[in-house]
């Protein structure tokens, strides 16, 4: 998955205009206009498209963990310059407070079963031996029951 269309599929999901998704950025400490935004959200067949690099995604995923958690004491968060699946995946765990039972679940509503030994090695540290990288199936599973739980009205739990 590119990070174009991590940043579509939640956008989508959570339904989140021009003006929140700026407001997201800025809460990470780095502003990005309407314009960009608009580059990024383009589909991937559309030549205007902007690719959104590992450190643009890290700053909105920062600036949303800000938006649904609060603002924590001390300096900002700083964006990684290199993002995996792994690392998406924790911190849109970390913004939406899921517990492992909650993402088994929502990965059941996509179809796709994973052991909570498997979910929890992929928020582990890289070196550590039970450490495993979490796979762009993965990902797309977990982004589509999102999808269900937060967007899809006859089977969305939280609203």
């Given at each position: 998955m590119n990070n174009n269309d991590i940043l579509r599929r939640l956008r989508y999901t959570f339904d989140f205009s021009d003006?929140?998704?700026?407001?997201?950025?800025?809460?990470?400490?780095?502003?990005?206009?309407?314009?960009?935004?608009?580059?990024w959200l383009k589909k991937d067949d559309n030549p205007a498209q902007q690719r959104l690099e590992d450190k643009q995604l890290a700053i909105f995923l920062n600036g949303w963990i800000t938006d649904k958690r609060g603002k924590k004491d001390g300096p900002l968060p700083k964006p990684e310059e290199k993002l995996n699946n792994n690392i998406i995946f924790r911190k849109i765990k970390i913004a939406l407070n899921l517990k492992d039972d909650e993402i088994i679940g929502i990965l059941d509503l996509a179809e796709f079963r994973?052991?909570?030994?498997?979910?929890?090695?992929?928020?582990?540290?890289?070196?550590?031996?039970?450490?495993?990288?979490?796979?762009?199936?993965?990902?797309?599973?977990?982004?589509?029951?999102?999808?269900?739980?937060?967007?899809?009205?006859?089977?969305?739990?939280?609203?």
């Open positions: 003006s929140k998704m700026m407001e997201i950025f800025d809460l990470a400490g780095h502003p990005a206009t309407r314009a960009e935004i608009s580059d994973i052991s909570k030994h498997e979910i929890s090695a992929f928020f582990r540290k890289p070196g550590q031996s039970q450490y495993r990288p979490c796979q762009n199936q993965v990902m797309r599973n977990f982004l589509h029951g999102l999808q269900i739980v937060y967007r899809d009205e006859e089977l969305g739990i939280r609203n």
